[in-house]
């Protein structure tokens, strides 16, 4: 760490530094893409923007994960575009299909009743199942017990800034546990009992809610009822140890029990989302600014003029979604006394 000190900001030495690989240590650390093979030209263009941003000087690995096994032209694509190791994995049966405790004729009444009510994704098994593995069980894989902490990339998505520093290493030296760029309110419909599920988890375990919690990101009724807010998971940096703890497992465990993942449609956002709002302590959730990105239909642009051309962005700050008030993340700057962005109330809303 003293020898090689992050650049930060374009005055600390080694910012310029773009076309080498970087110095310094790497952490023990994984890229992790859910995948079908059917996404394969889709997570292309996400792992090309990845590597051009920032990886092609870190050369961090990259797990693939599939419920089905990946085919080779997956493995040529994406392994011609990643620059560090990659590994293909099968997610095991067990954990992508319905627990013996759900009855299945329920879950279909809810599917065939959310898709006459044309809610998004409610009449999808995969879906849910794919919600459910995110939710409880990508970080138990096989493949990812070597790795302390993953960044997880979604198909079709954008960066658009340099990546001049490792957030890999900046979780580790703020010791941070979970990471967002983008938050903004679930659509109600889907997760009607998750904040009853999550009560009822927190009286019977007292012991893993946080003295220094981020209940008022998500409750505005010192949690009574939740208030929708979560950071949107489709972009994530964070502790796999995290989600190893007895903490996370003990709550997803007591989520998974009450079936909402099948007889609702709980997606695993609000999931990671509560569990970090309410077991970590609130300044080990981390915003970064710098990570500008996009996935459909939201995107994440640094406000100040400066910030961009510093990390040579392509994005229009005008799509910046932070501050307009379908999102979440003023509560989140206003809950840890955080000042916010250069430029954040010079755009328009
Ligand atoms: P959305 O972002 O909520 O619209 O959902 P996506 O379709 O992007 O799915 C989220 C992630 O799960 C993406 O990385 C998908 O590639 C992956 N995914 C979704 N459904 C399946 C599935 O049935 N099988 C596999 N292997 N991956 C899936
Ligand atoms: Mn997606």
């Known amino acids: 760490g003293k020898q090689f000190p992050l650049a930060m900001n374009p005055n600390d030495p080694g910012w310029d530094n773009l076309m080498s690989t970087a110095?310094?240590?790497?952490?023990?650390?994984?890229?992790?893409?859910?995948?079908?093979?059917?996404?394969?030209?889709?997570?292309?263009?996400s792992i090309r923007q990845v590597e051009d941003r920032f990886n092609r000087r870190y050369n961090y690995d990259w797990v693939f994960l599939n419920d089905k096994p990946f085919d080779d032209t997956f493995k040529k694509v994406t392994s011609s575009?990643?620059?560090?190791?990659?590994?293909?994995?099968?997610?095991?049966?067990?954990?992508?299909?319905?627990?013996?405790?759900?009855?299945?004729?329920?879950?279909?009444?809810?599917?065939?009743?959310?898709k006459a009510r044309k809610i998004i994704y409610?009449?999808?098994?995969?879906?849910?199942?794919?919600?459910?593995?995110?939710?409880?069980?990508?970080?138990?894989?096989?493949?990812?017990?070597?790795?302390?902490?993953?960044?997880?990339?979604?198909?079709s998505i954008e960066l658009f800034c340099d990546v001049h520093y490792d957030p890999f290493r900046v979780l580790v030296e703020e010791d941070k546990k979970y990471s967002f760029v983008l938050s903004l309110y679930e659509y109600g419909e889907t997760i009607k009992t998750l904040?009853?599920?999550?009560?009822?988890?927190?009286?019977?375990?007292?012991?893993?809610?946080?003295?220094?919690?981020?209940?008022?990101?998500?409750?505005?009724?010192?949690?009574?009822?939740?208030?929708?807010?979560?950071?949107?998971?489709?972009?994530?940096?964070?502790?796999?140890d995290w989600l190893r703890s007895k903490s996370y497992i003990d709550f997803f465990e007591s989520l998974d029990k009450d079936g909402g993942f099948f007889y609702?449609?709980?997606?695993?956002?609000?999931?990671?989302?509560?569990?970090?709002g309410l077991l970590l302590k609130k300044d080990e959730i981390k915003f970064f600014n710098d990570i500008a990105y996009y996935h459909v239909p939201f995107t994440h642009c640094p406000t100040g003029e400066q910030t961009r051309?510093?990390?040579?962005?392509?994005?229009?700050?005008?799509?910046?979604?932070?501050?307009?008030?379908?999102?979440?993340?003023?509560r989140y700057f206003d809950l840890n006394g955080l000042k916010k962005p250069e430029g954040h109330d010079s755009e328009h809303k």
């Open 23 to 45: 110095p310094g240590p790497r952490m023990n650390a994984t890229f992790v893409t859910l995948a079908r093979n059917s996404d394969v030209y889709d997570i292309a263009k």
């Open 81 to 114: 575009l990643a620059s560090g190791k990659t590994h293909y994995g099968l997610i095991p049966k067990e954990h992508w299909s319905y627990p013996e405790w759900i009855d299945r004729d329920r879950a279909k009444k809810v599917r065939e009743d959310m």
């Open 122 to 155: 409610g009449d999808s098994v995969s879906y849910r199942h794919m919600c459910r593995y995110e939710s409880g069980f990508f970080f138990r894989h096989p493949l990812m017990l070597n790795y302390e902490y993953y960044w997880r990339v979604e198909p």
């Open 195 to 240: 904040w009853d599920s999550t009560k009822k988890f927190m009286k019977n375990h007292p012991e893993h809610i946080a003295p220094d919690n981020s209940l008022e990101f998500l409750s505005d009724d010192d949690g009574e009822t939740y208030n929708n807010c979560h950071f949107w998971s489709n972009f994530e940096i964070g502790s796999l």
């Open 264 to 276: 609702e449609r709980w997606g695993d956002a609000p999931v990671h989302s509560i569990a970090a």
């Open 309 to 330: 051309l510093d990390l040579r962005c392509h994005c229009n700050p005008k799509d910046n979604f932070d501050w307009k008030t379908y999102s979440c993340t003023s």
